[in-house]
């Protein structure tokens, strides 16, 4: 997922996320330009997923 797809989306996503995983939390999800590789991490932690399995996922979303 390339960086002006996830920023464009970001806000869709997040509420798809949540549902899917309710114990992220906001600060979990906080998206800031340039820290995609730290948000990815942040949900490969918490969803047990690879990295490619968690920008498939949500590139599904």
């Known amino acids: 997922m390339d ?3 996830l ?3 970001w806000n869709e996503i997040k509420g798809k996320v949540k549902q899917a995983y309710g114990d992220l939390t ?3 999800l906080a998206y800031q330009e340039g820290q995609e590789d730290e ?3 942040k949900l490969q932690t918490k969803t047990g997923k690879t990295r490619d399995e968690v920008v498939d996922w949500l590139r599904s979303l």
């Open 26 to 28: 906001d600060d979990d």
């Open 3 to 5: 960086k002006l797809e």
């Open 7 to 9: 920023k464009g989306k």
């Open 39 to 41: 948000l990815y991490g």
